[in-house]
């Protein structure tokens, strides 16, 4: 029985109208059936829809902060709740959605800024990876392509006459399959090759030839829609790269050799390495958008090079790698209020004091 009064539990709310009904890329998907799944149907799922209550998820608040370390990731869970119990008002099993009343306060939203490494870091780890990845890191540092990007990039993708790289797909891993997708937002995007990193590039391709790789595309489904690229990075099987592989065994060893984490201890595993949360490859990309705002790069175009849907997300993530921000107005109100601002007064204010010293000094009428 599923009556419309909302006496349905949570849990099969969820199981039976909401998750059939959502929708996104495979990515997103598994992300939202993770948080329902371990962190929202365990607490809440028994509950009857009209039975959730602002006490309910104020307790449960509290509950995630002490068990949940990454604020980001306890705002993700509740903003996926709030959606579901928005869609039970609009499917009229509630009156209104508990998450809006005033006295269930979301954690407070983390700085958003992000952070750099020092160019010489960067150029360290570029010179400790291993030949064959070393183009990697020069198309993160490089161009700001995210590791996906650079995974599913392909020689077509080079313009070398226009100076640019199209972004046109990514390479994804869902459950330990590998697939094509479209890049982050479904969108792709162009942007700027420094002539370093086209020569970089051209000596890659020399010394390791692009390899024709075959994946689904757009969700990696047995017997779906697969499509085939010639991609410039591959493992030395020439099949495309898993990230959280080449994170273990190629990015962490990096790090290591460079001193930016320490060397494996002594009878370790092969893959049990320091974590390095603030120094994973998307540091990369940081460390591109600093290089260009202090260099004195448009915010519009940064935006679009990293592919932000919005110049005001770069500005949020990136401002601080603007420290000369607010010079130029200052230097403009300092002419204007400072000597040549006296000077350009007394020419248009003539009976002002510096008008009138003006006029002193102004030989006599013959």
Same mark, same amino acid.
């Given at each position: 029985?599923?009556?419309?009064?909302?006496?349905?539990?949570?849990?099969?709310?969820?199981?039976?109208?909401?998750?059939?009904?959502?929708?996104?890329?495979?990515?997103?998907?598994?992300?939202?059936?993770?948080?329902?799944?371990?962190?929202?149907?365990?607490?809440?799922?028994?509950?009857?829809?009209?039975?959730?209550?602002?006490?309910?998820?104020?307790?449960?608040?509290?509950?995630?902060?002490?068990?949940?370390?990454?604020?980001?990731?306890?705002?993700?869970?509740?903003?996926?709740?709030?959606?579901?119990?928005?869609?039970?008002?609009?499917?009229?099993?509630?009156?209104?959605?508990?998450?809006?009343?005033?006295?269930?306060?979301?954690?407070?939203?983390?700085?958003?800024?992000?952070?750099?490494?020092?160019?010489?870091?960067?150029?360290?780890?570029?010179?400790?990876?291993?030949?064959?990845?070393?183009?990697?890191?020069?198309?993160?540092?490089?161009?700001?392509?995210?590791?996906?990007?650079?995974?599913?990039?392909?020689?077509?993708?080079?313009?070398?006459?226009?100076?640019?790289?199209?972004?046109?797909?990514?390479?994804?891993?869902?459950?330990?399959?590998?697939? @094509?997708?479209?890049?982050? !937002? /479904? %969108?792709? &995007? $162009?942007?700027?090759?420094?002539?370093?990193?086209? =020569?970089?590039?051209? +000596?890659?391709?020399?010394?390791?030839?692009?390899?024709?790789?075959?994946?689904?595309?757009?969700?990696?489904?047995?017997?779906?829609?697969?499509?085939?690229?010639?991609?410039?990075?591959?493992?030395?099987?020439?099949?495309?790269?898993?990230?959280?592989?080449?994170?273990?065994?190629?990015?962490?060893?990096?790090?290591?050799?460079?001193?930016?984490?320490?060397?494996?201890?002594?009878?370790?595993?092969?893959?049990?390495?320091?974590?390095?949360?603030?120094?994973?490859?998307?540091?990369?990309?940081?460390?591109?958008?600093?290089?260009?705002?202090?260099?004195?790069?448009?915010?519009?175009?940064?935006?679009?090079?990293?592919?932000?849907?919005?110049?005001?997300?770069?500005?949020?993530?990136?401002?601080? @790698?603007?420290?000369?921000? !607010? /010079? %130029?107005? &200052? $230097?403009?109100?300092?002419?204007?209020?400072?000597? =040549?601002?006296?000077? +350009?007064?007394?020419?248009?204010?003539?009976?002002?004091?510096?008008?009138?010293?003006?006029?002193?000094?102004?030989?006599?009428?013959?």
């Amino acid at each position: 029985m599923d009556p419309r009064d909302g006496s349905i539990t949570l849990a099969d709310y969820i199981a039976k109208h909401w998750a059939p009904g959502t929708g996104g890329v495979p990515k997103t998907q598994d992300n939202r059936e993770r948080r329902t799944r371990l962190h929202i149907v365990p607490h809440l799922g028994q509950l009857p829809l009209r039975s959730i209550t602002a006490s309910d998820l104020r307790a449960y608040i509290a509950k995630l902060d002490a068990t949940v370390d990454s604020v980001d990731y306890q705002r993700g869970i509740l903003s996926e709740l709030s959606s579901i119990l928005e869609a039970a008002v609009d499917d009229k099993r509630l009156a209104r959605n508990p998450m809006h009343a005033k006295s269930v306060r979301w954690p407070k939203a983390p700085e958003e800024r992000r952070e750099a490494w020092p160019l010489e870091r960067a150029l360290r780890v570029r010179d400790a990876i291993s030949p064959r990845n070393r183009i990697a890191v020069v198309l993160g540092l490089g161009c700001g392509l995210r590791q996906g990007e650079v995974f599913g990039l392909s020689p077509e993708d080079i313009d070398y006459a226009r100076g640019v790289i199209h972004v046109r797909r990514q390479v994804q891993a869902l459950k330990g399959r590998l697939y @094509f997708a479209l890049p982050k !937002g /479904s %969108k792709t &995007r $162009t942007v700027d090759m420094p002539s370093s990193v086209a =020569e970089d590039l051209k +000596r890659h391709v020399e010394a390791f030839p692009p390899v024709d790789v075959e994946l689904p595309w757009g969700k990696p489904e047995v017997g779906g829609q697969r499509r085939k690229f010639s991609l410039l990075l591959t493992t030395r099987f020439g099949n495309a790269i898993a990230v959280n592989t080449w994170n273990t065994y190629t990015w962490k060893p990096a790090l290591a050799k460079a001193g930016i984490i320490p060397p494996r201890p002594q009878g370790a595993k092969q893959w049990q390495w320091a974590a390095a949360p603030k120094d994973g490859f998307h540091v990369l990309r940081h460390t591109y958008a600093s290089i260009m705002l202090e260099a004195g790069e448009s915010v519009v175009t940064l935006a679009r090079w990293l592919g932000h849907s919005s110049p005001a997300i770069t500005l949020r993530y990136y401002a601080h @790698f603007m420290p000369e921000a !607010g /010079s %130029k107005g &200052r $230097t403009a109100i300092d002419r204007l209020l400072g000597r =040549e601002g006296h000077e +350009r007064a007394s020419r248009h204010f003539p009976d002002s004091p510096q008008g009138s010293r003006r006029r002193e000094q102004l030989p006599a009428a013959t």
